[in-house]
């Protein structure tokens, strides 16, 4: 998935999704604040009248959002199960976004089609080590084929609360203190993972990502290599 770190358009932009979401939510009625020793740099509690949650603000450049399972190996999410809401800002296309969008998932509804993209995807051979995260489309269909689809389309079963047409406006500026929202909590392994693979693209790591793509076990990828 995107290496939201690899220029400074997208770090940029990073930070604009995120301060969007925040932005959305406080239109919505709701004031937003750090949890206190939270100790997740995505968490945020928002209160609105007698209501309060905690909610995991989630960017994507690319209509994907991630959460690893537990680091410890227990049957779990980092950050997913301790959340009311997962607030997802995202952009509507990879290549040619037009809209910022910010869609408010119930985090029960979040959980389950993680659940069901973790399992789909170990029963497919698939191979999701410990700490690395799980990615899921907000936009494409939920279904089985391919295998990476369970557990799809957050997106369009919770319309968006906010959208922003990127033709005629830019995402807010985000604060400096924004630029690590997630890592520490949804996209460490992944994104350091992927900044290493662009570094030097072994053919295990090819494999494991048109894996992914194309919702097939690695062992059904064969690369072959001519010079």
Excluded: C
Aim: charged share 25%.
């Amino acid at each position: 998935m995107t290496n939201v770190f690899g220029t400074r358009k997208k770090v940029a932009t990073k930070r604009g999704l995120f301060a969007f979401a925040v932005q959305t939510l406080e239109q919505e009625g709701w004031t937003v604040t750090r949890v206190p020793r939270g100790g997740k740099a995505s968490l945020r509690q928002i209160s609105r009248g007698q209501e309060t949650y905690r909610v995991s603000i989630r960017t994507s450049q690319d209509t994907w959002i991630a959460f690893p399972r537990d680091r410890s190996g227990k049957d779990g999410w980092v950050t997913l199960d301790d959340v009311d809401f997962v607030v997802a800002a995202s952009v509507n296309d990879k290549l040619n976004p037009t809209e910022a969008r910010v869609h408010m998932i119930p985090g029960d509804d979040a959980r389950d089609r993680f659940n069901r993209a973790y399992a789909a995807r170990m029963a497919a051979n698939h191979s999701i080590p410990q700490g690395r995260g799980v990615w899921v489309s907000l936009y494409e269909q939920d279904g089985n084929n391919p295998v990476n689809r369970v557990g799809a389309g957050a997106g369009l079963a919770h319309p968006a609360i906010g959208v922003l047409d990127l033709t005629k406006s830019s995402l807010p500026t985000g604060h400096d203190e924004d630029i690590d929202e997630e890592v520490d909590d949804s996209e460490e392994a992944t994104t350091n993972a992927s900044a290493q693979a662009e570094e030097a693209l072994t053919i295990p790591e090819a494999k494991r990502r048109l894996a992914v793509s194309l919702g097939v076990p690695e062992s059904a990828i064969k690369i072959t290599i001519e010079h």
